[in-house]
């Protein structure tokens, strides 16, 4: 089978959890770790026997891989994924896509000009539970959509939280695009459509301005779907729970996985559908490898990603201006 | 002791928890009660050893009763309180006040024109659990308050629901102006503070012309923290939650009673704080039957009643225009 040659910016949480499915992708041929902390990028490289780089660009320079994972400070996306499309080398560009709409646009239009693939990362999309919501949103068996919730409390300032994540400049802001992010992917990807407008209220900790530590977010869809999103970084207590509420029954994602309550039922049911975020890792990178072998575009494009950071925008407009943004006029 | 003459319009459930409650007030004297369908207030009648009759007016003349506690089917709400009031009776009110702020108007106008008190019966005023919550927002052990949530689920269409429910000129609504009066009463309630303005989407059963089933709300209290209230009506699946997050831990309450985490804990713990119904049917029975025989004004008067109608109008009319509806301009 011949294999894609495979390097990996950044040697950060993340990054591990990209190496670690890369064993299991039969297509993929890791190569080289690159990142600015020499001890760690030499202790990964030798953990999976690959060339250890400080420098992304000599990585690429030396390395010319097919196609590069770029999982860095999300300031240094834009540079990074343009770097690897001038020098013709295919990206797997973690979320969020980059800071600002305009540096999406900027590696859109690189992608463009250089013809390679761009992937972004949106692990969600290979979540087995996000998979058959959707698959029951579309076959109506619990009639129209009404409504969703998305909930997350994840103690957002932990000490272990690597800094640049506390830094407006380099995080872009705090709960909302980094873990918001999943939750209005999560809404877009189930239902099949975009949002139209948001309305937002976040909160700052005193101590990081710009890194905002909790949000209420009111979307609605296209297609007229109104939800909610809250999310609290304030606190230990984890919650990680979406509801979709249809005419005839409820679907709830939590940790313990999917369950339903068909109309007249009057408790939740285990559908027995649990995330695996390791096989979701190793289903994303499956289909990357197999896009730069076979030239079909991944699903998960440069404007998908792109109409996350949009609306992400959106929300940070809506909590300064205090009005309802419309996504099409931002 | 002096002892308060009560009579009460209307035989419903409603009706016979305040008839309950009246059976452990020291300061209540029940005396009759009103309603259309004889059968039902016969029994009722002879249950509690007072006079029946099917016209409330005709109770009023008769008994020449102290107070009325007023548990009429919504529309009826305002007609009913003017007429207690033009003839100087003393008004418990349930919720909502009335189907609209006009009607609200109307009855604070006779209220004041003939000096009889005016209490709205919002009993979340009486619930452990929520002045709990109140006390430890003033109390700042918590530090600030950052945002609330307040989650319905019920199944609005029950059979057994009375049909004047699901007509939209008897009830003035569906769930929100029923259910969700007590989520917006809660929030003022427990915040000491108004509601600036509402962001909501509500859907419609297609049986029930202009009775919602369901709501996504959006409000801005007028010290800007921001609340939201999910209510869904078309599930079997029972929840009444809410979170009030602060900036060190979160509140929690629910029908199992009230729980709290407080920042660095990963659990909720249980403080053994538990809603009775009952009791809180007594408590503001009492509050009423003192403020008769004291002469102060009952604590829920008639402006704070028209304040939740108001919001309420808000949402309808959020929902039908698609905007933010400031309530100050509404």
Not at 282 to 305: K, M, N
């Amino acid at each position: 089978m011949h294999k894609v040659k495979i390097a990996v910016a950044g040697a950060g949480i993340i990054s591990q959890q990209h190496l670690k499915a890369a064993k299991e992708v039969e297509a993929v041929k890791l190569v080289a770790i690159a990142d600015v902390i020499r001890e760690k990028t030499e202790k990964v490289a030798c953990d999976y026997g690959i060339n250890a780089y400080t420098d992304y660009i000599e990585m690429m320079e030396v390395e010319k891989p097919d196609g590069i994972i770029i999982a860095l400070p999300h300031f240094l996306h834009k540079e990074a994924a343009v770097e690897a499309a001038n020098r013709g080398i295919n990206i797997l560009l973690e979320k969020p896509m980059a800071n600002i709409v305009e540096e999406c646009d900027e590696i859109i239009n690189a992608v463009e000009r250089n013809r390679v693939k761009l992937m972004i990362g949106h692990i969600v999309h290979f979540s087995k539970p996000i998979i058959k919501i959707r698959e029951i949103i579309q076959s109506n068996e619990l009639g129209k959509l009404i409504m969703i919730t998305d909930t997350r409390f994840n103690n957002y300032f932990k000490p272990e939280r690597p800094r640049w994540f506390l830094d407006k400049k380099q995080a872009g802001g705090g709960i909302v695009i980094n873990l918001g992010a999943h939750s209005i992917d999560a809404i877009q990807y189930t239902t099949c459509c975009g949002i139209k407008s948001v309305l937002a209220k976040l909160t700052y900790p005193d101590e990081y301005p710009g890194i905002e530590g909790s949000a209420q977010i009111f979307l609605e869809l296209e297609n007229g779907i109104s939800a909610v999103i809250n999310l609290n970084g304030y606190t230990s207590v984890k919650r990680d729970e979406k509801e979709y509420h249809f005419e005839r029954g409820i679907l709830k994602v939590t940790g313990e996985g999917l369950f339903i309550a068909r109309k007249g039922q009057k408790e939740f049911e285990n559908m027995n559908i649990v995330r695996n975020k390791q096989k979701d890792m190793v289903d994303q990178l499956t289909e990357f490898a197999a896009s730069i072998l076979s030239g079909r575009e991944p699903s998960i494009t440069g404007q998908y990603g792109k109409s996350i950071i949009k609306a992400i925008m959106g929300v940070y407009k809506s909590n300064e201006t205090g009005k309802k943004i419309d996504l099409a006029k931002l």
